[in-house]
Nanobody
Framework: QVQLVESGGGLVQAGGSLRLSCAAS????????MDWYRRAPGKQRELVAR???????NYADSVKGRVTITRDNAKNTVYLQMNSLKPEDTAVYYC???????????WGQGTQVTVSS
């Protein structure tokens, strides 16, 4: 079965950095786009970054220039490097994949990122 396991969250001061990891299993990782979403308290879930199977990326405007999504197909892992963190980046971050064109969606358990001012 599909499994996504995030790690790397934590508490960091504004201006700091974190790297999130998502280890995936249960599907052909190299062929699928992988996403990082986040949900901040009282806000809707937001797509932060996406990386396709061939390595193309796109980012939310709110994180462009500060966040980089990468993947290691040999390790079935996707990463989210976050720099120059701001308090408004505080959220639970989720790894996501849609294995089949019309679903279902698979989510990891989430990892908390807290940025103090």
């Amino acid at each position: 079965q599909v499994q996504l396991v995030e790690s790397g969250g934590g508490l960091v001061q504004a201006g700091g950095s974190l790297r999130l990891s998502c280890a995936a299993s249960g599907f052909i990782f190299s062929m699928k786009s992988m996403d990082w979403y986040r949900r901040a308290p009282g806000k809707q879930r937001e797509l932060v970054a996406r990386i396709t199977g061939d390595g193309s990326t796109n980012y939310a405007d709110s994180v462009k220039g500060r966040v980089t999504i990468t993947r290691d197909n040999a390790k079935n892992t996707v990463y989210l490097q976050m720099n120059s963190l701001k308090p408004e980046d505080t959220a639970v971050y989720y790894c996501h994949v849609r294995v089949l064109t019309f679903g279902p969606d698979y989510w990891g358990q989430g990892t908390q990122v807290t940025v103090s001012s």
